[in-house]
């Protein structure tokens, strides 16, 4: 081997050989089940008319005829789907026809018994060539003999060309599929460049299939490569400097920005309302109202041309339809901009953003304004500087850790890795939503928590304390629920370090927090939301944390009723509890294991049911090794007890203050809580995990180590790979 060749590969493959060799047999089924999902023929759509089957819209007395017009039937479809929900299990006779490019095609659905009384009605037409792209057409179906209700999104008021219903608009759309011929399968890599080519749809214009090509053959395998490397490096005794804590800042800079480059613009949650707030700062110099009588819109014109385009309004919700795949729909939309003009600056009413703080909408200004006039420039930059946001928070992760274990450095790199491959954390981390801001700030008041015990407080800690603590609920006001935890830590830290100046400088904290709410409310002043009337004024930090307070005054008002609230939350009901969950399962599981690790996109692009019981055994295997650690390593926890104990209660006043928001006296049939509201705690929970792989012992523990960030890794890639196949396969 040449020389040159040598010593790429010995600097690529640095560090400690035990890592890369785990690392690659750990690799092998997770990249062999890839392969077989990305190898594996599926029946596959040829494209939608981006509505989803939300709820069932038209009710259809027997003989009504629904028709759907102004309908583009893509290239190599064969057949065209609706869906219909039958009054009982016997489903009706239905007639149905397509006319496209003025051929009629006509086909009868035999009845049917449907247990669950919802059925697909298909009409068969000859495969529609390759060029053009799209035909136009229309579909009309009716059922003899029975009522139906057909699938599709309600409106306030009824779209411009309508479906129509006995000859009557209607105030909705109407969900429709078009496929292939029955039996086609086609594998996602054979449609991989179709895949790519509908994913730089509606981004800004520098954004090309190209760069999605980029993204999935170089960037995250050498993001799989600069995490391990990373790791091997400093087992080697060579991952202590500043140069370590740059490089899993750039490491998770990047995944995020590869997430904020595969989730679809506006399919973050809430992200239209956060998008929203910082265009209405930049553009009106207001934050947008609190007030529900506000009369101004909710979103600017801009931005509700840019949603109504790319089939927002019908298509982000439940998943079983696809944002726009045809290039023709976004020139559409060009064109409609230049005829129409909309106003950026109109915007500014009551939105579901509107009860926080200007801080971290302010902090992604500077994002809108280079992006132009564009909304998805503009939204694109926005995510880029979030992404940077959430990248402080391994950096922070990996500075816990070296306060706890200063001499084993692979133990920090491999807990700030675990949280750059969350895959929800780099899934929210790469979306405007101020849990980006809150997550940041919680991770830092954590560490200088920590750092403060460990040390003793220092003037520089106490500002930065104080501040945090004056500021942070502008960005969310639940952030309070970690206060009582930093209280905690304040006074171990009087009771640890005796010191004539640490009365003096915790009265510095006290001092900063009144400087913070001086500095919090001149910013909510200076976004005062007065303008256009009925405007509420920005909350400044007293405003926030009144606001989280009586979000938890249920909790606060009924503590029996809340803690047997969070109990059923983990645990059956017991005996004499008031039953606060029908027919929900498991709500933990919900919460923590299937939205707190793979729901993606405005509610659930998810996972198949059997990696969801995976990470759910993971988590308890690694439960059990946290016990089994505290007996191997007795004499570590003995040494830092009050450091482990904050740590360990970080997340739980985490999750019991966003169980407070959400707890309510009665029963409710829905899970309102989402895994992200406990990322706050992030940091310390992978600190702990890290510190529970112990239980294998000082032998394993670094094979444990790897083997979990392989994991990770992989899930991540995954996670992406999911994202990218539900929005555009």
Not at 432 to 452: F, M, P
Request: one cysteine or more; aromatic letters at 10%.
């Amino acid at each position: 081997m040449p020389d040159p060749l040598r010593r790429t590969l010995a600097a690529l493959f640095a560090g400690d050989r035990r890592v890369w060799r785990a690392a690659a047999l750990c690799a092998v089924p997770f990249l062999l089940v890839m392969a077989y999902e990305g190898l594996r023929p599926r029946l596959y759509y040829t494209g939608t008319d981006n509505v989803e089957a939300l709820s069932y819209v038209a009710q259809a007395p027997a003989g009504s005829r629904l028709c759907v017009p102004g309908l583009q039937v893509p290239a190599g479809t064969a057949r065209v789907r609706l869906l219909l929900l039958s009054r009982t299990q016997q489903r009706p006779v239905v007639q149905a026809e397509l006319t496209i490019s003025g051929h009629r095609f006509a086909s009868t659905v035999p009845g049917a018994v449907v247990p669950g009384r919802i059925s697909a009605v298909e009409v068969a037409i000859p495969r529609t060539p390759s060029r053009p792209a799209t035909q136009p057409a229309t579909l009309c179906a009716s059922a003899a003999g029975d009522v139906v209700n057909w699938g599709g999104t309600p409106l306030p008021a009824a779209p411009a060309n309508p479906p129509s219903l006995a000859g009557k608009p209607l105030a909705g759309r109407i969900a429709v599929w078009y496929l292939p011929p029955a039996g086609s399968e086609r594998s996602y890599l054979a449609r991989f460049g179709e895949i790519v080519s509908r994913a730089a749809l509606f981004r800004p214009g520098i954004v090309g299939a190209w760069l999605y090509v980029l993204l999935l053959v170089l960037v995250l395998p050498g993001l799989a490569l600069a995490a391990v490397r990373a790791l091997a490096v400093a087992v080697a005794g060579r991952g202590a400097g500043r140069g370590t804590m740059l490089a899993i800042f750039a490491i998770a800079a990047v995944n995020f920005f590869a997430w904020a480059l595969i989730t679809p613009p506006f399919q973050a949650p809430d992200e239209v309302d956060h998008f929203a707030y910082t265009q209405s700062l930049v553009e009106r110099g207001d934050a947008p109202s609190d007030n529900p009588g506000s009369p101004l819109a909710r979103w600017s014109s801009s931005e509700a041309l840019a949603l109504e385009d790319s089939a927002f309004f019908t298509d982000h919700q439940i998943g079983n339809s696809h944002p726009p795949w045809l290039s023709t729909q976004q020139r559409a939309y060009e064109a409609d901009v230049a005829r129409l003009h909309p106003s950026h600056a109109d915007g500014g009413g009551n939105e579901t953003a509107a009860t926080h703080g200007p801080i971290y909408y302010a902090a992604l200004a500077p994002g809108y304004l280079a992006g132009g006039s564009s909304p998805w420039s503009e939204l694109t930059l926005m995510r880029l500087l979030s992404a940077l946001l959430g990248a402080l928070v391994p950096v922070f992760a990996y500075l816990i850790a070296r306060e706890l274990a200063p001499g084993r450095p692979w133990i920090a790199v491999l807990a700030a890795l675990l949280v750059v491959f969350e895959p929800m954390y780099g899934f929210i981390s790469g979306a405007v939503n101020n849990d980006v801001g809150v997550n940041a700030g919680a991770a830092a008041l954590e560490l200088l928590t920590i750092r403060t015990l460990r040390r003793g407080i220092t003037w520089p800690a106490a500002i930065a304390i104080g501040l945090l603590l004056a500021l942070l609920p502008q960005v969310k006001g639940t952030i309070i629920s970690l206060y009582p935890v930093v209280a905690l830590g304040l006074l171990a830290t009087i009771w640890r370090h005796h010191r004539r100046s640490t009365p003096v400088r915790l009265g510095v904290v006290g001092v900063a927090v009144l400087v913070g709410r001086l500095l919090g409310s001149a910013l909510a002043s200076a976004f005062s939301g007065t303008q256009g009337g009925g405007a509420g004024a920005a909350p400044s930090s007293s405003d926030a944390t009144s606001a989280a307070l009586n979000s938890g005054s249920a909790a606060l008002e009924h503590p029996v009723g809340y803690l047997s609230y969070l109990w059923q939350v983990f645990l059956p009901k017991l005996p004499g509890m008031a039953r606060h969950f029908e027919d929900v399962g498991w709500p933990a599981y919900t919460i923590f294991v299937k939205r707190g690790w793979g729901a993606f996109g405005w509610y659930d692009v998810l996972f198949q049911p059997w990696v969801y019981k995976v990470i759910l055994v993971a988590m308890v295997a690694v439960a059990v090794l946290a016990v089994l650690a505290l007996r191997l390593e007795r004499r570590f926890v003995r040494a830092h007890l009050l450091e482990l104990a904050l740590l360990v209660l970080m997340p739980l006043a985490v999750v019991a203050g966003f169980e407070a928001a959400f707890y309510t006296p009665g029963s409710r049939n829905f899970i309102p809580e989402f895994g992200r509201y406990a990322f706050p705690a992030i940091a310390p929970l992978a600190v702990l995990v890290v510190a529970a792989l112990h239980g294998l012992g000082r032998r394993l523990v670094l094979y444990g180590g790897v083997a979990l960030l392989v994991a990770m890794l992989s899930l991540s890639v995954a996670s992406q790979l999911l994202t990218l196949s539900i929005f555009y396969a």
